[in-house]
Nanobody, 118 residues
């Protein structure tokens, strides 16, 4: 089992910044991909960004140029720096860790609310 604990959400004005952090603990085995997703009311959960153990990043168009994902493999943590936030960024943000080859796993955090006021 792997536990993910997110922190750093909150209320911010449009144009502001937030930094989300996620710490993984438990049976974290081998190389993995960690990422951030979000879900707004009435919408499906969507990818924001992912980062592999080797540091390869992938961003959805919604966050390109504004969001930066980083990872500390020694601490099993992943962060998402969000700048120039917009009201449409308002959502619950979820941390994810997954490994698609043996031993496979896929775990989610409990989510942290990000609210951007206009």
């Amino acid at each position: 089992q792997v536990q993910l604990v997110e922190s750093g959400g909150g209320l911010v004005q449009a144009g502001g910044s937030l930094r989300l952090s996620c710490a993984a603990s438990g049976n974290v085995l081998g190389a993995s991909t960690m990422g951030w997703y979000r879900q707004a009311p009435g919408h499906q959960r969507e990818l924001i960004a992912t980062i592999t153990s080797g540091g390869t990043t992938n961003y959805a168009n919604s966050g390109k140029g504004r969001f930066t994902i980083s990872r500390d493999n020694t601490k099993n943590t992943v962060t998402l720096q969000m700048n120039n936030l917009k009201p449409e960024d308002t959502a619950v943000y979820y941390c994810n860790i997954q490994r698609t080859w043996t031993p496979r796993y896929n775990y989610w955090g409990q989510g942290t609310q990000v609210t951007v006021s206009s």
